[in-house]
C-alpha cells in the first residue's frame, strides 16, 4: 500500500459515537463468552453459531457477519490449522484439545462492534497454549500504539515488535499470517484504512482523537507464513497444516490513551 498524502487522518467519530460503538462492541463480548462456554467437546460450529446468534438478537442488535458479501455465519469459526474465516459448519465437530478461534460482529443502532478471541476445548497442548496466550499478548501490546498523533503504521510495526517479543517470552516462532489485518470500524464493519500486522512505524494516515481501528494479529505457530483459500472462498488455513490464533479488539484512539470498544468483561 502506498501512501502519497501526509496530511491524511483516520476519520473520528465523537465521544457520543464512541459510546455507541462500545455499546455494539459490549454485545460482541457476551456473545464471545457464551459461545467460549458452549464450545465443549461434541458441539459443532454450527451449534456456536446459533449461540451467537440468538446473543446478538436478544439485545435488539443484528450479526454483522451474517448475509455479508454472502458469508452465511454470525460468526467466523475457526479451528486448528484455520486461520480466519472459517464457515460454521454441522460437519465441524469440536474435540478436546482443539484450539478455536471466533470472530463475532454484532451492529446496534446503526454502529459495529468487531472482536475475536482464540480458546481451547479442553486442555491444548503446551506449545498451542504458547501461541494463543502469546496472540492475547501481542494484541494487548500492540494496540498501546494507537493515540493521537501516531501514525497508521506505527501500529503496524508495534504488533511486529510485540511479535518478536512474544516469540521471547514464550520460547515459540512465531509466523504473521501474510495479506491479512485489520481496519478502519465505524457504521460499517469494513471502513478505511487497511492494517498491516507489520512494517515499517511512520507512514500513513494520522490517528486523532476518535479514530477507531480493529487491531487483529493473527500468528500462526512455528514461523510459517503461508496459507491457502479454500474453495468456499472464505476459509483460510495454513499450508502446512500449523495451528493458528487470532485475537481482536476494536480500539479508539483517545487523549487518555487506547479505548478498548469490545470489553468482555465476566457476566454476573
Known amino acids: 500500500m502506498v501512501f502519497r498524502k501526509r496530511n491524511k487522518v483516520i476519520a473520528a467519530k465523537t465521544p457520543s459515537e464512541l459510546d455507541a460503538m462500545e455499546k ?5 463480548g457476551i456473545a ?9 467437546p461434541g458441539a459443532t460450529t454450527a451449534d456456536l453459531d446459533k449461540v451467537a446468534e440468538d446473543v446478538i438478537r436478544s439485545f435488539g442488535a443484528i450479526p454483522t457477519f451474517l448475509g455479508y458479501n454472502g458469508f452465511t455465519g454470525s460468526i467466523c469459526a475457526s479451528v486448528n490449522d484455520t486461520v480466519v474465516h472459517g464457515i460454521p459448519s454441522d460437519e465441524i465437530v469440536l474435540r478436546d484439545g482443539d484450539l478455536v478461534s471466533i470472530d463475532c460482529g454484532a451492529t446496534l443502532d446503526g454502529w459495529v462492534g468487531d472482536s475475536a478471541w482464540s480458546f481451547g476445548v479442553g486442555d491444548l497442548a503446551d506449545d498451542v497454549d504458547k501461541l494463543n496466550r502469546a496472540t492475547e499478548q501481542v494484541l494487548l501490546d500492540g494496540l498501546q500504539a494507537m493515540v493521537p498523533g501516531n501514525r497508521l503504521t506505527d501500529v503496524s510495526h508495534a504488533l511486529e515488535v510485540a511479535t518478536r517479543k512474544a516469540e521471547r517470552d514464550f520460547g515459540v516462532q512465531l509466523g504473521i499470517l501474510d ?3 485489520g481496519h478502519g470500524i465505524g457504521r460499517t464493519m469494513h ?3 487497511y492494517l498491516a500486522n507489520e512494517g515499517k512505524g511512520g507512514r ?6 476518535g479514530s477507531c481501528l480493529a487491531i487483529e494479529p493473527m500468528l500462526i505457530l512455528g514461523g510459517e507464513v503461508d496459507s491457502v483459500v479454500l474453495d468456499d472462498d472464505w476459509t483460510v488455513k495454513t499450508l502446512d497444516g500449523s495451528p493458528a490464533a487470532h485475537w481482536e479488539h476494536t480500539v479508539a484512539a ?8 469490545t ?3 465476566p457476566q454476573g
Open 24 to 28: 455494539a462492541g459490549r454485545v460482541v
Open 32 to 40: 464471545l463468552q457464551e459461545v467460549r462456554a458452549a464450545a465443549k
Open 254 to 261: 483517545t487523549s487518555q490513551g487506547p479505548r478498548i470498544l
Open 263 to 265: 470489553p468482555r468483561e
Open 204 to 209: 500513513g494516515p494520522l490517528i486523532q482523537e
Open 191 to 193: 471502513e478505511d484504512p
Open 179 to 181: 495479506g491479512y489485518g
